[in-house]
């Protein structure tokens, strides 16, 4: 079975669409089907975005792409520290 790759923005409004197709009486499971994902990729999405708005989705995934960006200077700059640090005690 081919893999679907879907955005955050994306899976908040499946969530929205599941919650209202709930509300009408339908069980996870034929909701599920009807959106066409599995019930367990359905429980790891409300568990990770079930509370969060569009608005929200967007502010986290700023903050994870800065993260990850901020890690990658972290490193860097860890790694010309322990250059210097050799340069300077003549083990070069």
Known sequence: ????SHTPEQIVRILRDA???LATGQTVEQV???LGIGEGTYYKWRKQYGRMHLDQVKRL???EKENSRLKKLVADLCLDKAILKEALSGNY
């Not at 079975?1 to 679907?4: A, I, L, S, T």
């Open 19 to 21: 919650e209202a197709k």
């Open 32 to 34: 599920c089907r009807e």
């Open 61 to 63: 995934k700023e903050l």
């Open 1 to 4: 079975m081919k893999k679907k």
